[in-house]
């Protein structure tokens, strides 16, 4: 059966039997019942990235259950689907294939799974691949120069959602891979302030913009492309042949990105079925290459592209992304415990959760399933994120000791080899991660033989709070591609058990379209028919407070 509510199926009615047997066992219990825990439940991917999941309050028949549910609802359809190029994204009516963008070795192609649609669409994937290496190179070694023939050494990546988070996080996490005489910036809010505070550390005849935009409708980029454009053209006296040496255009709509003076030859054209949020393995991801250089980029999309194979033809119990989602599904529609918690313990990673929170809640934050009715069970959980030690004296308060349980993933690098200090700071990094795993799943109880009597109830910390660890042997452009996918298909998985589209984001248009209407009607006085509007008064009021703050 395709496309089916699962609370009416019968595996998911097993499940919750399976739920109210073992709902009271604690972490303890499993760890007692099985003294191979760790081995059976943890998987260590190529030896670089090892899924460490024995820290739950599930057990082998819990996975078991999960599976049959998933042959019930016919899982196996979808993988297919994905790579038959079948219209998955079904409001948009588009394929969601973006394993396409990274088989940068045509796997694909070789062992015959493309149709002639993915054929087609592989050609423009592998046309603006060649494109992004070309640029790469020409800026890199200062081919590409500056309307007055400068070296180009100041990226600036101009988008937002998907057109920047992708982009700032892999650069910011991999900093260590940075090409040394580049600079790298990412300008993304209405705020001006956020430019402002670029612009004013660069000088225009050395820098180059990367303006990102799917639709190039989106108000924030459009207006930062502007503010951009105006700052280049008064340093070249507005001499318009100026901007094709400092503005690269990356969209699906070549339409609207004519509009701005700007060569085609400048214009990367992304096909239209990839999603913002999944687009850093695209021409979208040009910055990236502008910052760690092309050959660390296309190990990105190595990272992705295996574990795209993992997915697609590793065993569901073998299988990372698929176990992290039941796992999941797990807490957040059988214990309800509906929040995430992703920390990352390494300084560079800072935005990697910041980045999660589009690609899981735009995907799966949804309440209407593909027969168009209404939902009633959880969907995505409130995912958050934070940076260890750091949040550890932030909101771990709440972790040990508050009435919501929150599920954790912790992730962390290990290995420290060759930056290891006198100060031993990566050991006592990771020190610190074990003893917050420990404490959430054990509590008090795992210092043994203490004696309980002297323990007053609010210093009491109970447990049993589950959490996952990837340890990753190394950060690097391909384990981080890899451990962006995980997450993909992490919310690839839980969509298609939730039966909704996690690839459409229709509940931000209202919003997107009301601002602008907002703005013309009460800042730029368009005489706008008023009766089609509701006009609230804490609205009007605040408004006119903020118009007198302004005068
Ligand atoms: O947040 C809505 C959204 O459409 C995201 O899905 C997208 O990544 C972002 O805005 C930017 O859209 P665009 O790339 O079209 O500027």
Known sequence: MLNINPVYT???????????????????????????????????????????????????????LFINFLNEINFKYYINGILKGKILNITEKKIISNFLLRDVDNYFIKNNYLN???????????????????????ILNNIWLSFNNKKIFNIVNIGIGGSDLGPRMIVKSLYLYKKKNINSFFVSNLDINDINSVLNLISPENTIFIVCSKSFTTQETLLNFKIA????????????????????????????????????????????????????????????????????????????????????????????????SL???????????????????????????????????????????????????????????????????????????????IPCDFIIESNFKNNNNKYNSYYKLFSNLIAQSQC?????????????NNFSKFKNIKGNKPNNIFLIKKINPYTLGTLISIYEYKVFTQGIIWNICSYD??????????????YKLYFKNKNIKKNRYFLDNSSLSLIKIFKNFNK
């Not at 007692?32 to 024995?54: A, G, M, T």
């Not at 021409?283 to 997915?311: E, Q, T």
């Not at 959430?440 to 309980?452: E, H, P, Q, T």
Request: hydrophobic content about 40%.
């Open 10 to 64: 019968k595996s998911w009615n097993i499940l919750l039997n399976h739920f109210n047997k073992i709902k009271k066992k604690d972490i303890f219990y499993f760890f007692n019942k099985d003294k191979n825990r760790f081995k059976n439940f943890s998987i260590f991917y190529k030896k670089l990235i090892l899924f460490d999941f024995s820290k739950n309050l599930i057990n082998n028949k819990t996975i078991k």
């Open 116 to 138: 002639n649609k993915l054929l087609i669409e592989k050609k423009n994937i592998d046309k603006n691949l060649c494109k992004i290496k070309k640029i790469t190179y020409e």
């Open 229 to 324: 454009r105006d700052w280049i053209l008064k340093f070249y006296n507005n001499n318009i042949l100026s901007l094709n040496k400092h503005f690269i255009l990356v969209t699906s709509n070549l339409n609207n990105s004519l509009k701005y003076n700007i060569i085609r030859n400048n214009i990367i054209l992304v096909n239209d079925w990839v999603g913002g949020r999944y687009s850093f393995c695209s021409a979208f991801g040009l910055s990236i290459s502008l910052s760690i250089g092309f050959k660390n980029f296309v190990k990105i999309l190595k990272g992705c592209h295996d574990l795209d194979k993992h997915f697609f033809f590793t065993k569901y119990n073998k299988n990372i992304p698929i176990l992290l």
């Open 327 to 405: 796992i999941s599904i797990w807490y957040n529609n059988f214990f309800c415990y509906t929040n995430e918690l992703v920390m990352v313990y390494n300084e560079s990673m800072f935005l990697f959760p910041y980045y999660l929170q589009q690609l899981v809640m735009e995907s799966n934050g949804k309440c209407i399933d593909k027969n168009n009715d209404l939902i009633n069970y959880n969907t995505s959980p409130i995912l958050f994120g934070g940076l260890g030690t750091i949040s550890q004296h932030s909101f771990f308060q709440l972790l040990h000791q508050g009435t919501n349980v």
């Open 440 to 452: 959430l799943a054990f509590g008090d109880n795992i210092f043994l033989n203490i004696k309980k």
């Open 505 to 518: 984001q229709w509940g931000v248009n209202l919003g997107k379209n009301l601002s602008n209407f907002v």
